[in-house]
């Protein structure tokens, strides 16, 4: 069931679906096939992502509690690759305003460090976030996106559905 590559996920990709998708009562397929993949490592944890998942009290929080072979990622051992993440948004002010760097820049804000980890270690990236319309049309963004960003670095980013069918799920 291992596809060739090891993703990691974005919050997104884990309260979306809670909230909008697949809710625990209806689709506990999906939740359990997740888990299985988590365990087998197929898909790894950032640690910025794990502290958003654990806050709440609440069906989330609980599964994820209970998968027992989870490889959580330490951000603090991207520092070098963050730090080209975030120099990138800063140096390109005919892309981003500086509201987006200071965004990225806060300690609980995972995305550039998600960027980091796919860059250090061929992790391919599932967000829900889209790239930005009209990128290019001369006006600086008040927010970076994921995918706009990982491009940059040559990151593969894909979204929840896409990793799903590359991980044959069946629901």
Do not use: C
Not at 119 to 128: M, P, Q, R
């Amino acid at each position: 069931m291992n596809s060739n590559y090891i993703y990691i996920i974005d919050t997104n990709s884990f309260i979306a679906p809670k909230n909008l998708y697949y809710p625990f009562d209806i689709a506990p397929g999906f939740w359990s096939q997740l888990a299985l993949h988590i365990n087998n490592n197929d898909i790894v944890i950032l640690d910025k992502v794990q502290n958003e998942i654990v806050v709440g009290n609440d069906e989330l929080t609980s599964w994820y509690k209970e998968i027992q072979n989870k490889t959580i990622i330490d951000s603090k051992f991207l520092t070098k690759e963050y730090g080209k993440v975030l120099d990138y948004i800063q140096e390109s002010p005919d892309k981003y305003q500086n509201a987006a760097v200071n965004k990225w820049a806060q300690a609980n804000v995972a995305d550039a460090w998600l960027i980091a980890a796919a860059i250090k270690n061929k992790y391919v990236i599932v967000t829900l976030e889209k790239p930005q319309a009209g990128f290019n049309d001369g006006r600086p963004k008040k927010e970076a996106k994921i995918p706009d960003v990982a491009n940059v670095f040559g990151v593969r980013v894909i979204n929840l559905l896409e990793m799903m069918r590359e991980l044959k799920f069946k629901m």
